[in-house]
């Protein structure tokens, strides 16, 4: 089974830029479809961007344009870039895997392996 670690979490003025990374442990990285979501205080845990094993990236409208999903399956690492932060960034984010994500790609319920979640703080 993966295990999941997200880093990268932090404060940061509005308009800056965060990296985020999410080493995986166990199986090979290649093996899973990976996707970030977020969630604020008092919010349900929404999707954030998306990558497949074959590199194919989705993103929510709220960060289209501002954030980048990547992944380095050599170094079993997945990345948000974050730039352009607003405050509505605000929220604990996740990273989150599955070998066959059985659903749809912005369904968390269709993501078995999570890490525990980095804190990003926007300041306005």
């Known amino acids: 089974q993966a295990q999941l670690r997200e880093a990268g979490g932090g404060l940061v003025q509005a308009g800056g830029s965060l990296r985020l990374s999410c080493v995986a442990s166990?199986?090979?990285?290649?093996?899973?479809?990976m996707a970030w979501f977020r969630q604020a205080p008092g919010k349900e845990r929404e999707f954030v961007a998306y990558?497949?094993?074959?590199?194919?990236?989705r993103y929510a409208d709220s960060v289209k344009g501002r954030f980048t999903i990547s992944r380095e399956n050599a170094k079993e690492t997945v990345y948000l870039q974050m730039n352009s932060l607003k405050f509505e960034d605000t929220a604990v984010y996740f990273c989150?895997?599955?070998?066959?994500?059985?659903?749809?790609?912005?369904?968390?319920?269709?993501?078995?392996?999570w890490g525990q979640g980095t804190q990003v703080t926007v300041s306005s």
């Open positions: 990558v497949d094993w074959g590199f194919i990236t």
């Open positions: 166990g199986p090979p990285l290649s093996n899973y479809a």
């Open positions: 989150a895997g599955d070998p066959k994500v059985r659903g749809y790609y912005y369904d968390k319920n269709a993501y078995n392996y």
